[in-house]
Nanobody, 123 residues
Framework: VQLVESGGGLVQAGGSLRLSCVTTGVTFDDESIGWFRQAPGKEREGVACISPSYGGTYYEDSVKGRFTISSDKGKNTVYLQMDSLTPEDTAIYYC?????????????????WGQGTQVTVSS
């Protein structure tokens, strides 16, 4: 399994970014695919995850209503649309795959990780 994130960058508060995670070796049939983030000096936290087979999406409370996770099996890609960004969203964002399809935002449940993409939101 390989995961490659892209789409990060510098944006002003209130702006939007769309992150992409291109996957290799993921079937989209029996996994959970999640986005996590880690800010300097903080622990990695789950942001959103999707279970394409179950048809469910799950969000951390602080991003509900602002972030949207989606997947495109034909393109082997998972997206994270981020709107109404704030400086508190500044972090490295990672894509990860949970082969057990836990549908949870718990890092230790995830088996494979991408290298991350930097998101910086200026005030």
């Amino acid at each position: 399994v390989q995961l490659v994130e892209s789409g990060g960058g510098l944006v002003q508060a209130g702006g939007s970014l769309r992150l992409s995670c291109v996957t290799t070796g993921v079937t989209f049939d029996d996994e959970s695919i999640g986005w996590f983030r880690q800010a300097p000096g903080k622990e990695r936290e789950g942001v959103a995850c999707i279970s394409p087979s179950y048809g469910g999406t799950y969000y951390e409370d602080s991003v509900k209503g602002r972030f949207t996770i989606s997947s495109d099996k034909g393109k082997n890609t998972v997206y994270l649309q981020m709107d109404s960004l704030t400086p508190e969203d500044t972090a490295i964002y990672y894509c990860a795959v949970d082969l057990g399809d836990s549908r949870e935002l718990v890092a230790h449940e995830y088996d494979y990780w991408g290298q991350g993409t930097q998101v910086t939101v200026s005030s």
